[in-house]
């Protein structure tokens, strides 16, 4: 498949996957307690994980290699895009795709204190951005205007621009609170349990589970499993805003 190929069934498969992001997003919004129960498929198909590979393509961190090594240039110059993403469909489907740990990097910060990101394979981060194509304009029916956080179409300068807003009228005050290592303290069983609000589909609660237990390569070569929590910089970290 040369450039031009690629760009129009990309071009497609976005499409379809508007069409179908649409139609969850209106069921979702017109009930409330809805649970879905057919999702898998979604996650495994061609068009969404197509879609997926292209988010996770022309993102910066498509230049950087989880455990296994590979890079998405790597990818598609060693071991070709088709066969790729038809290996990772077919392991979707039989239930055999199994996500590796992510490989942990300190980022510094201000003040001397490091920031920890976690850096899934490509193959992983292709197979979250589909699963998270899927599940996103369900649980974005149930957000509130107010939140900005991870949503689509909103960024951090809208909730200053908003802050501002009210700021220059009525409102006096405004509060700022912060939770201290969120990203590590989250509940897998309560994050699973919001999930499972709005998703019946057991082979998706699955997969949404065995990303968070997938474990973290440190920096020293250590294997440690991750019982609480979610790394930074995974489509994963979404999940906290559910």
Known sequence: ??????????????????????KLH???????????????NLVADPGFLLVAWDRVR????ARTAGVDGETARYIEAVRGLEGFLADLR?????????????RRRAIPKAGGKVRYLGIATIRDRVAQASLKLV?????EADFLPCSYGFRPKRRAHDAVAEVHHFASRSYEWVVEGDIKACFDEISHSALMERVRKRVGDKRVLALVKAFLKAGILTEDGTLADTSAGTPQGSSATRCRTL
Do not use: C
């Open 1 to 22: 498949m040369n450039a031009d190929e690629l760009a129009l069934s990309v071009y497609r498969a976005e499409r379809r996957v508007l069409e179908i992001q649409a």
């Open 135 to 139: 599940l996103e304009p369900i649980f």
């Open 26 to 40: 209106r069921w979702s919004g017109d009930d409330p307690h809805r649970r879905f129960d057919d999702l898998y």
């Open 58 to 61: 022309n993102n910066r961190g």
């Open 90 to 102: 077919d392991d979707l489907k039989a239930r055999t795709f199994q996500p590796l740990p992510v």
